[in-house]
C-alpha cells in the first residue's frame, strides 16, 4: 500500500480542539436529567503525535463518555425498575492530518469509535452489570476502501479497550458503588449475534454516535415537552460544527465525489460501484 506523504505538521491547537469538546456536556445535560440518568463527560482530549509513518496526530478522550442509569428506550418513564436500566460506554477517537502549509485546512485521516450496552441491576447493595450489546463503527483510512467494504460501516463485536478494570473505575468514580460491589458478567459477549455483517452508515465518530444515543435513549418523540426538541436541535447545531473545526474527512470527501449529483444509492458506499 502506497504510503501517506508526511507533512510538516501545522496542527490544530489543543487548547482550541478542547474548547469544542468541553462545550459538550452543558449541551447533553438537560436529555440526560430529564431521564433521571448520569452523564460523565470527560474533561479532555489528549494528544499523541505526529505519526512518524503518516504525519497524523491522534486525539482521544482521557476516558470513555458514560451514561449511568440511561433508560432501556427513549419511551421509558423516569420510574422504570432498575432491570431496564443501561450503562453506555462510548470511546474512540480522531485521526487528524494537519496542513502542510499555514493556513491550510486540516483534514480526518481516520475515526475510530465503539458504543458497548451493559444492563444495571441492583442486588443486596452490589451493583450487577451484565453485558448486554455492543457495536463499532469504521472508517476507511485516508479515503482508500478496501474490497467490498462499504467507506463507513457499523459492525456488532466488543471492545477489547473496554476491560473490567476499566469499567469498575468508570462506575466507582461516578456512582457510590466500591469495586469490590461492582460485579461484571461477560457471558453474553460469546452470544452477541451476527459481527460479520457491514452496515453502510455515515461518517460516526464518537461525537455523531453519541449524537445517535441521545436520540435513541433520551428523546421520547410522543413527549409534548418542547425543551427535548430544542435541547436536540443544539446538539445537531454542534455536531455540525465539527467539520470547521477538525477538517473535511477525507474518506467524506470519497463518497461525495462518488455520489456526486446522483440520487444516493446504498451502492455508492462500494469501491466497486465505480465502473
Not at 29 to 51: N, T
Not at 60 to 88: E, G
Not at 222 to 246: P, V, W
Amino acid at each position: 500500500m502506497k504510503k501517506s506523504p508526511v507533512v510538516q505538521a501545522q496542527k490544530i491547537p489543543l487548547a482550541s480542539l478542547n474548547r469544542y469538546w468541553g462545550e459538550w456536556e452543558t449541551k447533553l445535560q438537560l436529555l440526560v436529567k430529564m431521564k433521571s440518568a448520569k452523564l460523565y463527560f470527560p474533561p479532555c482530549l489528549v494528544e499523541a503525535g505526529p505519526d512518524h509513518q503518516f504525519g497524523h496526530f491522534t486525539y482521544t478522550p482521557k476516558d470513555p463518555i458514560c451514561l449511568f442509569n440511561a433508560p432501556y428506550k427513549a419511551s421509558t418513564n423516569r420510574t422504570a425498575a432498575a432491570s431496564n436500566k443501561l450503562i453506555i460506554f462510548i470511546n474512540g477517537n480522531f485521526e487528524i492530518l494537519p496542513g502542510s502549509k499555514k493556513d491550510e485546512a486540516h483534514t480526518v485521516r481516520s475515526t475510530t469509535c465503539n458504543i458497548t450496552f451493559y444492563i444495571s441491576t441492583i442486588n443486596e447493595k452490589k451493583l450487577e452489570l451484565s453485558f448486554f450489546d455492543a457495536l463499532h463503527f469504521d472508517h476507511e483510512i485516508d479515503g482508500k476502501v478496501n474490497a467490498f467494504h462499504p467507506v463507513f460501516h457499523a459492525q456488532r463485536g466488543a471492545t477489547n479497550s473496554l476491560t473490567d478494570e476499566l469499567i469498575r473505575e468508570m462506575v466507582s468514580k461516578n456512582l457510590s458503588y466500591t469495586a469490590e460491589n461492582i460485579k461484571i458478567d461477560n457471558e453474553n459477549i460469546k452470544n452477541i449475534g451476527m459481527p460479520y455483517l457491514r452496515l453502510p452508515t455515515p461518517q460516526l465518530d464518537l461525537l455523531s454516535a453519541l449524537t445517535l444515543v441521545m436520540a435513541d435513549f433520551f428523546c421520547n418523540g410522543g413527549s409534548n415537552d418542547k425543551r427535548i426538541k430544542t435541547s436536540f436541535q443544539t446538539i445537531l447545531s454542534h455536531l455540525r460544527k465539527i467539520e470547521a473545526i477538525m477538517g473535511i474527512g477525507l474518506t467524506s470527501n470519497a463518497l461525495k465525489n462518488r455520489i456526486d449529483v446522483q440520487p444516493i444509492s446504498t451502492a455508492h458506499w462500494y469501491e466497486e460501484s465505480v465502473f
